[in-house]
């Protein structure tokens, strides 16, 4: 499936749209008001709480867009495992610059590392199964690649990025299209031979149709424990199965343990909770 690529083209968009929504027109007048022109430091990065990193590159670019003569140095990269206390990265330079990039910095790191972190620990419930992690199409406007990428910081992989990449047949597709069969057979007729056709299904009635299409895969809406195994063991041809809706981590392990290929969470990328990281006088 195509993915997305993060461009540093993209990222400086992005940033310099968030910098100047901190910053209006009038820059930073709290730190331009108190701290002398001249005036050099060093700042770190640390975390408050235990998690996973992601989007520590994106904090060092803010702060080259913010002031091309701050030194960003990493002590750790996307990805990797932070504890509490644990020192993140250096920032030197010009007080000025850091104080008025902090908080942009600091809210993409957060925001990012709360999905790569919630992601990792619904990977790790699912460790001991084949199943993989799945993100889905329900992000911020206009983050979409920085959230899907923190999704694979945390061990997720990516459903398709967009309306564009991939065919997801859903219940109004099938209501508007006419049945379960017509819409795989469109879809199928009027794609090309690269593109995947996932269909969605609610009830094993819907799946017994599903599984007699040419679907590459097929979603399993708000299905049961139950009908899930029943799912899997009616899966003969061995389609790709994908198990969605009020999935959490209370009960992700059980789910996995049916058979099932990947569970897609939605939120994991609208309703993580931002992972706790902040900056330090030193």
């Known amino acids: 499936m195509i993915q997305n690529?993060?461009?540093?083209?993209?990222?400086?968009?992005?940033?310099?749209n968030a910098l100047y929504e901190d910053l209006g027109q009038n820059g930073d007048i709290t730190s331009n008001s108190i701290i002398n022109v001249g005036s050099d430091d060093i700042f770190y990065?640390?975390?408050?709480?235990?998690?996973?990193?992601?989007?520590?590159?994106?904090?060092?670019?803010?702060?080259?867009?913010?002031?091309?003569?701050?030194?960003?140095?990493?002590?750790?990269?996307?990805?990797?495992?932070?504890?509490?206390?644990?020192?993140?990265?250096?920032?030197?330079?010009?007080?000025?610059?850091?104080?008025?990039?902090?908080?942009t910095a600091l809210n993409f790191l957060s925001h990012l590392s709360g999905i790569a972190t919630s992601t990792n620990q619904m990977v790790e419930l699912v460790s001991e199964t084949k199943v993989k992690i799945v993100s889905t199409r329900k992000t911020t406007p206009n983050l979409r690649v920085l959230e899907k990428n923190a999704v694979k910081d945390g061990g997720g992989v990516n459903h398709r990025f967009g309306l564009y990449d991939g065919i997801l047949i859903k219940d109004n597709h099938i209501a508007a299209s006419g049945s379960i069969k017509e819409s795989v057979l469109k879809a199928k007729k009027n794609s090309g031979h690269m593109v995947k056709v996932e269909i969605e299904v609610d009830n094993i009635i819907q799946f017994k149709e599903a599984i007699t299409t040419d679907a590459d895969a097929?979603?399993?809406?708000?299905?049961?424990?139950?009908?899930?195994?029943?799912?899997?063991?009616l899966n003969k041809n061995n389609i790709i199965l994908e198990a969605s809706g009020k999935i959490n981590k209370k009960n992700i392990s059980?789910?996995?343990?049916?058979?099932?290929?990947?569970?897609?969470?939605g939120w994991i990328t609208h309703s993580s909770p931002a992972l706790d990281i902040g900056l330090d006088f030193e």
């Open 45 to 103: 990065m640390s975390a408050r709480e235990d998690g996973t990193l992601s989007g520590l590159s994106l904090a060092g670019l803010t702060f080259e867009i913010m002031d091309k003569g701050l030194e960003f140095s990493p002590y750790l990269k996307d990805g990797d495992r932070i504890k509490k206390g644990e020192k993140i990265a250096k920032i030197k330079g010009k007080t000025r610059s850091i104080l008025s990039g902090e908080r």
């Open 218 to 233: 097929i979603l399993l809406d708000n299905f049961s424990l139950n009908d899930l195994k029943k799912a899997v063991s």
């Open 254 to 265: 059980e789910i996995a343990k049916t058979g099932i290929d990947l569970i897609s969470s």
């Open 5 to 16: 690529t993060l461009t540093k083209f993209s990222l400086e968009r992005i940033i310099k």
